[in-house]
């Protein structure tokens, strides 16, 4: 199975912009879906697809892409979107999926 | 309103079994492909496998690192996702999602349960 990649953590001022990366060969021909998790809890569902959020979401969350990279982008943070971050896609095979080893984001 | 319950984590022994279980309600478990992902202590989230939905006679997949030891099948009828391990080892301890796949192409998980932790250890 092919492997996705990302920072391990990123800090960005309330009210300001951050951009989280995901990286791997399987997303040259699968979008990546995003989850956030807050300590304690399970995952959730933020994005997917070309910018789809599932009812709930904020709209300062967006998604794009270039190549085999997906970018997750958070525009004006809340003191509330501070948790972990994991990409998910399928693999190149097609068969099965990987999840990217989590961007930690501090909002300061 | 869609709910996926996880139980029968515990503590185990290595190379003992156990059988976890999620337990749906709120959509009709056959028209959806269902996912285990695990998650170990101050670790990231790990695929663990998958069974796809009725129009694809529920067949399954798993990740590397638990094929041949890992078995998930589903209950229609209790609207039930089992997920069987055997030969379990120290590196299985974790918390056990269910999430269910959401439909319509633009792959991802969009409900997971509450988890349910497993601790494998002598």
């Known amino acids: 199975s092919s492997e996705l990649t990302q920072d391990p953590a990123v800090s960005v001022a309330l009210g300001q912009t951050v951009r989280i990366t995901c990286q791997g060969d399987?997303?040259?021909?699968?979008?990546a879906s995003w989850y956030q998790q807050k300590p304690g809890q399970a995952p959730v569902l933020v994005i997917y697809?070309?910018?789809i959020r599932p009812s709930g979401i904020p709209d300062r969350f967006s998604v794009s892409s270039s190549g085999n990279t997906a970018f997750l982008t958070i525009a004006g943070a809340q003191a509330e979107d501070e948790a972990d971050f994991y990409c998910?896609?399928?693999?190149?095979?097609?068969?099965?999926?990987?999840f990217g080893p989590g961007t930690k984001v501090t909002v300061l | 309103e869609v709910q996926l319950v996880e139980s029968g984590g515990g503590l185990v022994r290595p190379g003992r079994s156990l059988r976890l279980s999620c337990t749906t309600s709120?959509?009709?478990?056959?028209?959806?492909?269902m996912s285990w992902v695990r998650q170990a202590p101050g670790k990231g989230l790990e695929w663990v496998g998958f069974?796809?939905?009725?129009?694809?006679?529920?067949?399954?997949e798993y990740a590397a690192s638990v094929r041949g030891r890992f078995t998930i099948s589903r209950e229609e009828s209790k609207s039930i996702v089992y997920l069987q391990m055997n030969s379990l080892k120290t590196e299985d301890t974790g918390v056990y999602y269910c999430?269910?796949?959401?439909?319509?192409?633009?792959?991802?998980?969009?409900?997971w349960g509450q988890g349910t932790r497993v601790t494998v250890s002598s």
């Open positions: 999430t269910r796949e959401g439909v319509g192409g633009s792959n991802r998980f969009d409900y």
């Open positions: 709120g959509f009709t478990l056959g028209d959806y492909a």
């Open positions: 069974t796809r939905r009725k129009t694809f006679a529920g067949t399954t």
């Open positions: 399987s997303l040259q021909n699968y979008y």
């Open positions: 697809g070309q910018n």
């Open positions: 998910n896609s399928r693999d190149s095979s097609g068969n099965e999926y990987v």
